[in-house]
């Protein structure tokens, strides 16, 4: 049986700002021999604050490569590639360019939500590598011309390029449910992130992010009920609010909020 999507991670833009939501587990194999015997860890930060730039990251899918973990690699990133005249333009194609050069080549599904601000407005990429790219080959697509370039092998493109305020990533099923399948019943149903204030956003990712962990334990995968493997989606939240201003991230505990 497939697993699952290891992570559910958020990003949503909105005129007064950017708020940026990802769950903390990680999830490892026990023992060298047997790879479907699995523990967990929580409480992982998977979002990230550059140093010197208002400019965020969270990540979705390979928890670590070459020995180290994507946010121990995000912090060398940080040091050795941006600089204070980077914006999330810039730093997206860097990160695109960064895991292009790792060696031996990334095979593995993962992503990065790239959020922060270009001429006063809010902005987001994906840099991501899917089952469709060769090994160590990432996009770099900007969600406010997302048109999906090459997916299974060949080229589709959307009557018109479709401007993305919100991203979702990992186990995205809550958030497709809310943002793609509920208008399909009725146009009633559309959020739109542009009539949405800040502190609906928060509120909004709190809900996403919350209800992909508990719908986990309705999952059903024989392995999860015999304790073989956990489910992929855990722990405490992160949120991440970014405005012009500048960059804050808190914990949220669904279990104790």
Same mark, same amino acid.
């Given at each position: #049986?497939? !697993? ?8 949503? *833009?909105?005129?007064? &700002?950017?708020? #940026? ?5 990680? @999830? ?29 990251? @969270? ?22 590639? +941006?600089?204070?005249? =980077? ?9 695109k360019n960064y895991l292009e050069s790792i060696e031996p080549k990334i095979k593995r599904r993962m992503g990065l939500h790239v959020a922060g601000y270009v001429n006063n407005a809010p902005k987001l990429h994906h840099v991501f590598h899917e089952s469709w790219n060769t090994a160590g080959e990432f996009e770099n697509e ?7 370039? !090459?997916?299974? %092998? ?6 018109? !390029?479709?401007?993305?305020?919100? *991203?979702?990533? &990992? =186990? ?24 949405? !204030? ?6 909004? +990712? ?5 209800? @992909? ?7 059903? =995968?024989?392995? #999860? ?5 956990? +489910?992929?989606? %855990?722990?405490?939240?992160?949120? +991440? ?17």
């Amino acid at each position: #049986m497939e !697993r699952l999507k290891l992570t559910s991670i958020f990003t949503i *833009l909105c005129p007064e &700002g950017i708020v #940026m939501a990802a769950d903390s587990r990680i @999830s490892y194999q026990l023992y060298p021999n047997n790879p479907d015997i699995l523990g967990y860890d929580d409480n992982v930060k998977k979002i990230y604050q550059f140093e010197t730039i208002n400019v965020g990251v @969270s990540y979705w899918g390979l928890a670590a490569f070459q020995g180290e973990t994507v946010l121990e690699h995000l912090e060398k990133f940080d040091e050795s590639h +941006a600089n204070k005249n =980077d914006n999330v333009d810039s730093i997206a194609e860097k990160l695109k360019n960064y895991l292009e050069s790792i060696e031996p080549k990334i095979k593995r599904r993962m992503g990065l939500h790239v959020a922060g601000y270009v001429n006063n407005a809010p902005k987001l990429h994906h840099v991501f590598h899917e089952s469709w790219n060769t090994a160590g080959e990432f996009e770099n697509e900007d969600c406010h011309k997302e048109y999906h370039i !090459r997916p299974y %092998g060949y080229t589709v493109s959307y009557r018109e !390029r479709r401007e993305y305020l919100a *991203l979702f990533n &990992g =186990d995205n099923l809550i958030a497709n449910a809310l943002f793609n399948y509920a208008p399909l019943f009725h146009p009633y149903y559309a959020i739109t992130p542009l009539s949405l !204030r800040l502190s609906d956003c928060v509120e909004l +990712a709190k809900l996403i992010i919350s209800t @992909s962990i508990y719908r986990l334990n309705y999952y059903f =995968d024989q392995r #999860m009920q015999q304790n073989k493997i956990p +489910a992929d989606v %855990g722990g405490p939240i992160y949120l +991440a609010t970014i405005t012009k201003e500048g960059f804050s991230l808190e914990k949220y505990d669904p279990d104790t909020s």
